[in-house]
T-cell receptor, first 112, second 114 residues
């Protein structure tokens, strides 16, 4: 059974650019959440999608956005990148978003 | 919003001994408490979880206890092995981690000394 797949694994972008990260959940999982992990702030909730609808969003600026497709795959976008956006971005999927979230290995984003 | 405190930040134990990591949460509405293990270069891996209607749950060498009154929960690892070395995170949620997301502790770096 394939796990949660995130692409790309590593990304280097310049300040001011935008970036799109991709997440393919485990087959049959309809809920996809995104988290940002940094040494200083730890793991922080970005947003969660269930059946193509965003159910909630964490305390992040509007530059952070996402979407989910009919096959449950999800993308997150960060516009106007800042140095502080450098982090490991993790995607997690769950069958119904009630429990048992499985994380991917993440995308390491470096903003220079 | 929810706030989760985790202690200690670093824990070093001898191989074969037990390890205990403790977390406290602030929101009495929280009802789902998972524990994750993260190894270098990997995403967090769910190792055990517990819901608020259960006081204790065990899976082989790993157990979690929950005290709703005191709003704290703990991870217990017995007979520690070198492969248990990793960073462990506790988390809390009032929606199973779904719509409101999981609130994580800052993590505990567990070191197993041979």
């Amino acid at each position: 059974k394939a796990g949660v797949t995130q692409t790309p694994r590593y990304l280097i972008k310049t300040r001011g650019q935008q970036v799109t990260l991709s997440c393919s959940p485990i087959s049959g999982h309809r809920s996809v959440s995104w988290y940002q992990q940094t040494p200083g702030q730890g793991l922080q909730f970005l947003f969660e999608y269930f059946s193509e609808t965003q159910r909630n969003k964490g305390n992040f600026p509007g530059r952070f956005s996402g979407r989910q497709f009919s096959n449950s795959r999800s993308e997150m976008n960060v516009s106007t990148l800042e140095l502080g956006d450098s982090a490991l971005y993790l995607c997690a999927s769950s069958i119904r978003g009630l429990d048992g979230y499985t994380f991917g290995s993440g995308t390491r984003l470096t903003v220079v | 919003g929810e706030n989760v405190e985790q202690h200690p930040s670093t824990l070093s134990v001898q191989e074969g001994d037990s390890a205990v990591i403790k977390c406290t949460y602030s929101d009495s509405a929280s009802n789902y408490f998972p524990w994750y293990k993260q190894e270098l270069g990997k995403g967090p891996q769910l190792i055990i979880d517990i819901r608020s209607n259960v006081g204790e749950k065990k899976d082989q060498r790993i157990a979690v206890t929950l005290n709703k009154t005191a709003k704290h929960f703990s991870l217990h690892i017995t007979e520690t092995q070198p492969e248990d070395s990793a960073v462990y995170f506790c988390a809390a949620s009032n929606s199973g981690g779904g719509a409101d997301g999981l609130t994580f502790g800052k993590g505990t770096h567990l070191i197993i000394q041979p």
